[in-house]
């Protein structure tokens, strides 16, 4: 199994410019999240999805698209890309956020975005 | 509000040694916790958790405590090893909704 993936590995966008981080699990998880890591402010979650066709915002989805049209894939849309979008993101999967089974969510390596 | 609080950003500790770390929450309604290591320019990883009915759990040298009239969980890592230097990151869920994450403490392990 490959687990998360992720690309592309690092981008550099202009103010304005729009682009898909791409996400995709191979372990038939459920649940799949987007997160994005400041410093000193942690990870914080952008949106998540329960499941094909479901998605719900985290705590910071402004200017942030995604959809869920099969089980392995989970795109994040930056719509139009600003300053403070710069950040590293993480796409993460589990099995469910419970309903039985375990809350343990695998992460994949991350996107370094530079938005100048 | 901040949910998880780890409340030191950074720790460090010789080689063979204790490393404690901590986390506070605020929310009574949180019933799995969970801790994440992550190394630069990796993803976290899971470390360890634990259920809100028990009080520890250990694997290895990683044993977790929990104790919930004091909303506060702690990581003992013992002994300490250079490779044990990274961020951590503590997590708590509750049924049904995602993951939140505290701040992280970065720990170094001085050989």
């Known amino acids: 199994n490959a687990g998360v993936t992720q690309t592309p590995k690092f981008q550099v966008l202009k103010t304005g410019q729009s682009m898909t981080l791409q996400c995709a699990q191979d372990m038939n998880h459920e649940y799949m999240s987007w997160y994005r890591q400041d410093p000193g402010m942690g990870l914080r979650l952008i949106h998540y999805s329960v499941g094909a066709g479901i998605t719900d915002q985290g705590e910071v989805p402004n200017g942030y698209n995604v959809s869920r049209s099969t089980t392995e894939d989970f795109p994040l849309r930056l719509l139009s890309a600003a300053p403070s979008q710069t950040s590293v993101y993480f796409c993460a999967s589990s099995y469910s956020i419970g309903t039985g089974y375990s809350y343990e969510q695998y992460f994949g390596p991350g996107t370094r975005l530079t938005v100048t | 509000d901040q949910q998880v609080k780890q409340n030191s950003p950074s720790l460090s500790v010789q080689e063979g040694r204790i490393s404690i770390l901590n986390c506070d929450y605020t929310n009574s309604m949180f019933d799995y916790f969970l801790w994440y290591k992550k190394y630069p320019a990796e993803g976290p990883t899971f470390l360890i958790s634990?259920?809100?009915?028990?009080d520890k759990n250990e694997d290895g040298r990683f044993t977790v405590f929990l104790n919930k009239s004091a909303k506060h969980l702690s990581l003992h890592i013992v002994p300490s090893q250079p490779g044990d230097s990274a961020v951590y990151f503590c997590a708590a869920s509750r049924i049904h909704t995602p993951l939140v994450f505290g701040k992280g403490t970065r720990l170094s392990v001085i050989a």
């Open positions: 634990i259920s809100s009915i028990k």
